[in-house]
């Protein structure tokens, strides 16, 4: 059994794997996950195997205990992956981020690939038929969106995500709505197609929290899965293996 920990701002994902195949995935709280976690892994009568990318500083009490009672795998900017790092700034580029750029690099073998992570940010993340990592973009996300209006204006209320089908709004919230959803739409919609100019052979990939819901909204073809990241996490660990078994060989 491989854990993967997928370990962000707010949340973090935490995916159990069996030869490959994707078994389960649970929420736990970031804030509250040094005791959500071992709550979780103690019960575990074998020593068990996990691989982690994280967005935040993690509780080195935490590093410790999974260090002394698990087999685990932090990726990192030094992690080798199968990727050439070109980001003018590597030591700032998000974990999450790089290991999307990894998974997309091995899964998707011999194509341009676009990364985007459609969460609390959007991320845009792009590796060329080359598996140069050329960096990508981020903007705001659904829920930030949402909270910018309500913190930085007077009246506009703070909303949550609805399924509309209308273009124009005929009163504030209606407005709001379709100006958050639709502008996210064409967003994404235009960065593909600016890529896809230079690109012509761009496989494109959506993950993220907000997958399903702007999937369907898309014009472009697309590789829609929310499990991207914590299915990529396991492939990098496949491949560390492998190299690692060559090394020795």
């Not at 491989?2 to 949340?11: A, K, M, Q, S």
């Not at 691989?51 to 992690?79: K, Y």
């Not at 703070?158 to 009163?171: R, V």
Request: charged letters at 20%; hydrophobic letters at 40%.
């Amino acid at each position: 059994m491989i854990y993967t920990l997928d370990i962000g701002n707010t949340r973090t994902k935490l995916a159990m794997f069996e030869n490959n195949s994707l078994l389960k995935t649970e929420y736990l709280s970031t804030k509250n996950l040094k005791e959500e976690l071992l709550f979780f892994l103690k019960k575990n009568k074998i020593k068990p195997t996990i691989v982690l990318a994280s967005v935040v500083h993690l509780d080195p009490t935490l590093l410790d205990w999974l260090q002394m009672n698990t087999n685990f795998i932090q990726i990192s900017h030094t992690t080798p992956l199968p990727l050439i790092n070109k980001y003018k700034t590597p030591q700032t580029l998000g974990i999450d981020r790089l290991a999307g750029a990894a998974g997309a690099t091995l899964v998707y073998p011999d194509t341009a690939r676009l990364i985007i992570d459609a969460g609390t940010c959007i991320t845009y993340d792009f590796v060329n038929v080359a598996n140069e990592y050329l960096g990508g973009a981020i903007s705001p996300g659904l829920q930030l969106r949402y909270k910018a209006l309500n913190d930085y204006t007077d009246k506009l209320p703070y909303l949550q995500l609805e399924d509309i089908d209308y273009f124009i709004g005929q009163n504030t919230n209606e407005s709001i709505q379709s100006g958050v959803i639709n502008g996210i739409v064409a967003e994404i919609d235009n960065i593909i197609n600016r890529y896809k100019k230079n690109y012509p052979d761009l496989t494109i990939i959506l993950t993220g929290g907000d997958t399903v819901f702007l999937a369907k909204r898309l014009k472009n073809i697309i590789f829609a899965n929310p499990n991207f990241l914590s299915e990529s996490l396991n492939h990098i660990y496949q491949y560390i293996i492998e190299n690692d078994k060559k090394n020795h060989s």
